[in-house]
Antibody, heavy 118, light 113 residues
């Protein structure tokens, strides 16, 4: 059974950092691209970043470029999202998701809440 | 960025009804080299994460009931539920994966009439 378990969320002040993790099991992690998608009641679902199977290619939305870094460790079956210089508008539930290269997000984690507030 | 527009934003339905919802993209999602439309549909129930229903605009994910039917091409897409069941009450999102950034529609919420 595919499992994606996010961790690392919480309450953080504006300008500070947070690192999310997504531990994967039940599939061959190194065969799948990985992504982070966030959701808020006002903006809905927003793709945040994606990383290729080997980690050599990364993509991110403009609003997080230079602040968020996606990475993965295939030996640990885990992907990460390092979030720096956090803003109130980054407040959201963050989901980890998998994809086969060039395809839709086929598995999603349960989500982790990130709240940016003073 | 490709803008995804879903209509209606909400729809009240009765069990057994046929339901259709629309998703329009601001540019074509049809990749000429392989003739595939890079469009997916997801279902999200309250308190749960999104679940992939349909990809390539019309291919059902494994285990998805055949009452869920995806259709359309280019910029206009439709998700049809042939006979709504109580467990189908959820928010449905379309999403393109044609290029980056991936974008989602605003969702169509199915509610009980």
């Amino acid at each position: 059974e595919v499992q994606l378990v996010e961790s690392g969320g919480g309450l953080v002040q504006p300008g500070r950092s947070l690192k999310l993790s997504c531990a994967a099991s039940g599939f061959t992690f190194s065969n799948y691209g990985m992504a982070w998608v966030r959701q808020t009641p006002t903006k809905g679902l927003e793709w945040v970043a994606s990383i290729s199977t080997g980690g050599g290619d990364t993509y991110s939305r403009d609003s997080v470029k230079g602040r968020f870094t996606i990475s993965r460790d295939n030996a640990k079956n885990t992907q990460y999202l390092q979030m720096d210089s956090l803003r109130s508008e980054d407040t959201a539930t963050y989901y980890c998701a998998t994809y086969i290269t060039g395809k839709a997000f086929d598995y999603w984690g349960q989500g982790v809440m990130v709240t940016v507030s003073s | 960025d490709i803008v995804m527009t879903q209509t209606p934003s909400s729809q009240a339905v009765s069990a057994g009804e046929k339901v259709t919802m629309s998703c329009k993209s601001s540019q074509s999602l049809l990749y000429n080299e392989n003739k595939k439309n890079y469009l997916a549909w997801y279902q999200q129930k309250p308190g749960q994460s999104p679940k992939l229903l349909i990809y390539w605009a019309s291919t059902r994910e494994s285990g998805v009931p055949d009452r869920f039917i995806g259709s359309g091409s280019g910029t206009d897409f439709t998700l049809t539920i042939s006979s709504v069941q109580a467990e189908d009450l959820a928010v449905y999102y379309c999403q393109h994966y044609y290029n980056f950034p991936r974008t989602f529609g605003g969702g169509t919420k199915l509610e009980l009439k």
